[in-house]
């Protein structure tokens, strides 16, 4: 059984920045992405940035320039370095792991952690 552990949010004044963490283990198969969400009240999940085996990323634009995405592959670890941080930021961000077998795939979710960022 998959398990994720998110670490890192909290609350931070504009402009300033927190790093989070989540790490996976357990399971089977592969780690195929890492990726980290966003989602605040009223608004639809979204994707704030992914990360593949190969390193390449992705991030969507209101975050370009600001975030950075990175892994540790031994430590099955994903990371988000957010600086320059925004009020419109302030969501629950949730770590998505997709694991993939030899013939499956599946997508895990941690339970979110909280980053609120103040005006």
């Known amino acids: 059984q998959v398990q994720l552990v998110e670490s890192g949010g909290g609350l931070v004044q504009a402009g300033g920045s927190l790093r989070l963490s989540c790490v996976a283990s357990?399971?089977?198969?592969?780690?195929?992405?890492m990726g980290w969400y966003r989602q605040a009240p009223g608004n639809q999940r979204e994707l704030v940035a992914v990360?593949?085996?190969?390193?390449?990323?992705d991030y969507a634009d209101s975050v370009k320039g600001r975030f950075t995405i990175s892994r540790d592959s031994a430590k099955n670890t994903v990371y988000l370095q957010m600086n320059s941080l925004k009020p419109e930021d302030t969501a629950v961000y949730y770590c998505n792991v997709v694991l993939t077998g030899l013939t499956w795939s599946r997508e895990y979710w941690g339970q979110g952690t909280q980053v609120t960022v103040s005006s």
């Open positions: 990360i593949t085996n190969g390193d390449r990323t």
């Open positions: 357990g399971g089977r198969g592969s780690i195929s992405t």
